[in-house]
T-cell receptor, first 118, second 115 residues
């Protein structure tokens, strides 16, 4: 696709519900990142995939957060038993292979999924 | 760990004014430095970057110079326009393939340009 697509753009959940957020990266992009951006804050790293392998999940705030990318393209971020502190914009970013040592040099971000937990 | 500190906003300027948004960083390695911009309702967009000391990144009239001696990467523009109103994020990355090559962001600076 032309860019990184995220859905839904907006999600309202009641506390305790499970949610799933989808990211469609640019076709052929190998690296995929998830970030969490709380209101008035900068994005914070959650997890990183290279193809289907989750190479780093050190930023996931609790075991209620789970991410997968089973076929190395679309990724889903799942949050179980949502809490109010999970309210944030969840950003997905991807980058292509062979673009230099630093993947971050060529990241493309999606518009984000805004989650509000009531 | 790595961190980025940038001036807090909102920053309100008149059109055609000179802009500086300060950014300093702490990193264990030799990072690349970035400025991202977020327009209302849109995703983060890379504005400019610099990968080594004394490099100057530039785009759309914005500039920033990588100053290793002062660990800074201040964003400047000589004459701002109303369309520059957005949130600006300073960020760094010191990943070298594998693991989390992701970005560490500052908290963002909301820039408001008045006509």
């Amino acid at each position: 696709g032309a860019g990184v697509s995220q859905s839904p753009r907006y999600k309202v959940a009641k506390r305790g519900q499970d949610v799933a957020l989808r990211c469609d990266p640019i076709s052929g992009h190998v690296s995929l990142f998830w970030y969490q951006q709380a209101l008035g804050q900068g994005p914070e790293f959650l997890t990183y995939f290279q193809n289907e392998a989750q190479l780093d999940k050190s930023g996931l705030p609790s075991d209620r957060f789970f991410a997968e990318r089973p076929e190395g393209s679309v990724s889903t971020l799942k949050i179980q038993r949502t809490q109010q502190e999970d309210s944030a914009v969840y950003l997905c970013a991807s980058s292509p292979p062979g673009q230099g040592i630093l993947v971050a040099n060529v990241l493309t971000f999606g518009a984000g999924s805004r989650l509000t937990v009531l | 760990g790595d961190s980025v500190t940038q001036m807090e906003g909102p920053v309100t300027l008149s059109e055609e004014a000179f802009l500086t948004i300060n950014c300093t960083y702490t990193a264990t390695g030799y990072p690349s430095l970035f400025w991202y911009v977020q327009y209302p309702g849109e995703g983060l967009q890379l504005l400019l970057k610099a990968t080594k000391a004394d490099d100057k990144g530039s785009n759309k009239g914005f500039e920033a110079t990588y100053r290793k001696e002062t660990t800074s990467f201040h964003l400047e523009k000589g004459s701002v326009q109303v369309s520059d109103s957005a949130v600006y994020f300073c960020a760094l990355s010191d990943g070298y393939g594998g693991g989390a090559d992701g970005l560490t962001f500052g908290k963002g600076t909301h820039l408001i340009i008045q006509p």
